[in-house]
């Protein structure tokens, strides 16, 4: 099993995004309990099978809102009992970055971060931003590896595919992943920055189209865009978010002790405890029910043209009647592309029958 265990070091934030799954600064001021995370991962280091590959990411609210040696702390302590453990974080970013931080992330991150930026609904001001901006700017002077988040709101796909892609190429960062909206937290008070699934579905194939046109695969590795390519180059239908196992393999260790699978449900939807036993844990009911509803696919899917790439996509996005929020007018170009490319492989494009 490939786990991946997101470590919420708080409930809360000092931004507001309007989109956020953790509510923001209304999240509960609840930090976590260091020495019980470090615990907790033993016990699990101890449960799992020795090929089994693990990934901690250090998450929230805004993880750096606890000191960066609280986090170097836990992977210091876990990298005992689980030594090839891969660790990381998502951060906004919107703090004044000290040696201790560049530091936490050059020992503890393999010089990689993750950090998130959003037209409109993010920053509350240019100083916000400017902030962002700068700590940008130093990692990858540094020499570190920074993948940037951007949500796939209204704002962002009113925003010509390649002014974006430009925009990350200025920016610099080497990896960008656009990440679809689930209806969590605040953004439910806000339904006004969720485009409809078509619009999404439309916009997806012209940021594939204008990356396409202008060469822009090469300008660093678009996470969405080279999942969906996957499915047709190679036949591996479950990258990213397109996994469908998702409760199975991911634990989110919420600040104030309580365990659920999805981060972005995690606030609302928790089965366990970092008290629990690690079998009761893995064995709870809740747990294998979410598994199951993940596995089982809307109907609609199996008349879907495209299903045997697609697999069903990620089961937190939402239906609007019988249209769902995956990339589907893509994925048909792309078959009908490989269609063509077999046909010409063959020979069997334009024979007479
Ligand atoms: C909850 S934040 C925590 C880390 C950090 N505060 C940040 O913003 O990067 C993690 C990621 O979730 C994204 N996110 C928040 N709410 C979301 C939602 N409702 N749907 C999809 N992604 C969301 C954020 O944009 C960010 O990239
Ligand atoms: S998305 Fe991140 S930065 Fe924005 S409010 Fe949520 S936790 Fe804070
Ligand atoms: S494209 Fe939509 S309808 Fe088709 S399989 Fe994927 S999620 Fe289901």
Redesign the pocket.
Known sequence: MNWILYLKTTET?N?N?K????NGTNGPKIYWNKTAVIDWLKKFSEYISPNDTVHCEF?????FLVESSEMRDVWFYTKNYLPNCTWGA???LVFRMYERHFGLIEDSFGKRI???W?PKIRFANNKQYELWHSNVKELLKRGNTVKL?I?VTRDTINIKPIVLLRWIRRLGVQEVSF???????S?LKHPDIFPTNKEQDAWFLKLHQESEKYGARDWFHNEFLENVYTKFDTGFTGAGTFCRDCEEKIFTLNADGSIAGC??SAPEEQFGHINMTIPDLINNPIRLENMACEKSRNPNCYSCEVFSHCGGDCHQLRWEDYICGAPKSLMKSLMTKKVWMIKEINGTVNKPC
């Open positions: 934030c931004l995004c989109h956020c799954f953790t998450h929230g609210g805004e993880p998502t951060t906004n993750a950090t998130s959003d988040n949500s990440e679809r909206l689930t209806g969590n937290g953004a981060p972005n």
